[in-house]
């Protein structure tokens, strides 16, 4: 069985093949991305690529107390912005362009993915929160301002159910 870890790397392919443009991945918990974000930052082969980005937070808990495991999951999708934009301006920039767009085919990709099941009819159960104060405010990890200001999309409680896919190698 795929790690939830792989599996999201997989919707978020996906995610940018439905977008038409890259889509970074990361998983970790907010230190270890900002940091991770901030290296990506450093060189000319990665800087270009961090943004937009969607990040699976960790840790999560599995539950794994039936044969059909499941996850309530955590995301964040970003994008850099301006600090002196209005939030008319980060609603048509950051949230009309990139954000949601992103965020409607990151849904689409969890719907199909081969490695969940769907029990939704269509919908993937979650809490959804449109941030526009990190891209004025910025975001501070352990009292250290992260570098980039940001506006983003919160994902909680995102439910889903995996399936039991054995892989057993090659039996030619």
Known sequence: ???INDIFRDVVADTAKIYGNNVSYM???WEYIAGQL???S???KTSFLKFPIICLYSPYIEDRTSKTFGATLEFLIMIDTQKGYTNEEREKVSFQRVLRPVYDAFIRSILSSPDLINEYSGIVPHLYTENYRYGRKGVEADG???RDFI?????KNLNIRIK???C????T
Request: no cysteine; glycine share 8%.
């Open 27 to 29: 998983f970790g918990d």
């Open 42 to 44: 450093e060189s000319q």
């Open 1 to 3: 069985m795929k790690s």
């Open 164 to 166: 039991n896919n054995k």
């Open 144 to 146: 250290k301002p992260f």
């Open 38 to 40: 901030t290296e990506w």
């Open 151 to 155: 506006d983003a999309i919160e994902i």
């Open 168 to 171: 057993y190698g090659d039996r």
